[in-house]
């Protein structure tokens, strides 16, 4: 079957950074997306990933090893704007998205 | 700007009263997806249309049907709500299906059903 996994929850301090893995088995490749989603709205697109190596976007950078299955979202300087949740979804060979059921990003102060 | 909206943002419904849920884009994409999001789950897709074309998942229950009248409005019409069809509903678009195109979000209709 195909699946992704991803923390349920993960908590950081404002300043720090934080590294919010996922793992995904699907049935063909074509990219890896990671969106932004704040409590009650709708998810935003922060990256997307088809090639193995880090892209780096401001603040936040996105690393995929398709040889591995295996991709993480990195948050730098966290702010406080940036609790919500977090989800990854993998394209399969049929160019269906597969979702993650996201990881919820706590920041403290 | 060019953008995904829907309407309304909240609806409150009765158990087995239809409701229709409604989404239109400025984006002039040609895919346009109805999801279904629960607390803390993974958006579940629906349907999705490309142009006129639809395109229905296997799991997805009789009671959800979708109309696309033309290239900008897309609907969402739940025939007779139970108490489990209470959830966020996201109409999302892209530019192309059968490739690995961004899809964009509305803000979502949050649907309550007592």
């Known amino acids: 079957g195909q699946n ?4 349920t929850e993960m908590t950081a301090t404002e300043g720090a950074i934080v590294q919010i893995n ?11 997306f990671w969106y932004q989603q704040h409590a009650g709205e709708a998810p ?7 090639l193995d190596g880090l892209e780096e976007k401001g603040r ?9 299955g295996y991709s993480y979202l990195l948050l730098q300087e966290l702010q406080m704007k940036d609790s919500a949740s977090y989800l990854c979804a993998s394209i399969d060979s049929n160019y269906q998205l597969i979702w993650g059921a996201g990881t919820k990003l706590i920041i403290k102060p | 700007d060019a953008m995904v909206i829907q309407n309304p943002r909240y609806q409150v419904t009765q ?7 409604s989404c239109s884009q400025t984006l002039n994409h040609n895919v346009m997806y109805w999801y279904q999001q629960k607390s803390s789950q993974a958006p579940k897709l ?7 074309d639809f395109n229905n998942e296997a799991d997805t229950p009789d009671n959800f049907q979708s109309r696309r009248p033309n290239t900008s409005f897309c609907f969402l019409d739940i025939r007779s709500p139970g108490l489990g069809d209470a959830a ?9 299906t059968g490739g ?15």
């Not at chain 2, 966020?88 to 192309?96: E, I």
């Open chain 1, 4 to 7: 992704i996994d991803q923390p």
């Open chain 1, 22 to 32: 996922c793992t995904y088995q699907t049935s063909g490749f074509n990219g890896l």
């Open chain 1, 44 to 50: 935003t697109f922060l990256s997307y990933n088809v």
């Open chain 1, 60 to 68: 936040f950078s996105s690393f995929l090893s398709r040889s591995k």
């Open chain 2, 15 to 21: 158990f087995g009263k239809p409701v229709t849920l």
């Open chain 2, 46 to 52: 629906l349907f999705h249309y490309y142009d006129k």
């Open chain 2, 88 to 96: 966020m509903y996201l109409c999302a678009t892209s530019l192309r």
């Open chain 2, 100 to 114: 690995a195109d961004t899809q964009y979000f509305g803000p979502g209709t949050r649907l309550t059903v007592l």
